[in-house]
């Protein structure tokens, strides 16, 4: 098959030919239909996460169709349309019995732990756990388009943060996440506050739904700009995961607000100090939001085909495996708007 790979971190990728996967005995193998270029897969070509082992292929977001399954596999045959969770749960241990297989102990991440879906196919281990059965008007472009980043972000807003109809939810950082937690958020009723400092990424927020959209760059007192709308934001995501948008993410809350923090924050900004003075003093929770898992996806994509929620509108561009590397090392520099989309392989 054809992949794109890396053999050296913050390398270029090279599209080469390699070996199709095999089917675990307990998985499947999924002809990759799309797949979206996140951050998380910049992160890793950068160096940034402990379980890559080089040569890698990158890939976690993507839809496509079974082509084959392990001989203990039940609930899924060849022809599915299916996607799946970036996070995979083994299905055995405490985590996965509680129902929580995103923070499985025994984990499995394509793309991370293991090759992923920068290429034709991908084996994925546990399939009667993680698989997610796609109805057939969501096509493979929108389900990759959910990827870590939708999916992250719903869970963000509507488990974690509990985000409640005419609350104010601030959203620091108008990447990927951050569009999708501001479509979210507006769909369930709230009043969104968009935060960047790229002025593109703003009308891009606002097309999503942000009622107010602030540029952090150019505001005196940003914390004072967002008070003055809101009175304080209910919740509050980081979705960038910096030092500064972790604390004004904390900052922005009214009392008993909730802060969720879904950018990963890593390198220089894994240990960022906090300001716990406003966290005693404002009864603040202070939440993470890491993916959904599999058996969560109903209401998301009920409300998917009311078309209550589009993450389809997200995706601003829809390249070719050929211009993958191109693509992810782009995320250097933050350029660009929107989810990219490989749909050709």
Known sequence: MQAALYSAF????????????????DGAVIQVGANGICRSDWHGWMGHDPDIRLPHV???????????????????QPGDRVTVPFAVGCGRCAQC???????????FQPGFTAWGSFAQYVAIPHADVNLVRLPDDV???????????????????????????????????????????????????AQVIGVDIDEDKLAFAREMGATHALNAARQPNLLDAIRDLSG?????????????????????????????????????????????????AKELEILGSHGMQAHAYGPLLEM???????PQRLVRQRIGLE??????????????????????F
């Open 10 to 25: 913050a390398q270029p990728l090279e599209i080469v030919t390699v070996p199709d996967p095999a089917t675990p005995t």
């Open 139 to 189: 096509s493979y472009v929108t389900a990759a388009s959910l990827g870590c980043r939708f999916i992250t972000s719903f869970r963000a807003v509507v488990a974690q943060g509990r985000l409640a109809p005419g609350e104010w939810l601030v959203v620091h950082g108008c990447g990927g996440v951050g569009l999708s937690a501001i479509m979210i958020g507006r769909a369930l009723g």
């Open 304 to 310: 998917l085909r009311a078309s209550a929620l589009q």
């Open 58 to 76: 990158p890939g976690h977001e993507f839809a496509g169709e079974v082509v084959e399954t392990g001989t203990a596999v039940t609930r899924f």
């Open 232 to 280: 304080g934001a209910h919740v509050a995501l980081d979705a960038l995961g910096s030092t500064i948008t972790c604390r004004n993410s904390i900052l922005s809350l009214r009392k008993r607000g909730r802060h969720v923090q879904v950018g990963l924050m890593v390198g220089e900004h894994s240990n960022a100090p906090l300001p716990m003075d406003h966290v005693v």
């Open 323 to 344: 211009a993958a590397p191109e693509a992810l090392a782009a995320m250097t520099d933050f350029r660009g708007v929107g989810i990219t989309v490989i749909d050709r």
């Open 97 to 107: 019995l509680a129902g929580d297989q995103h923070i499985c102990d025994d984990y």
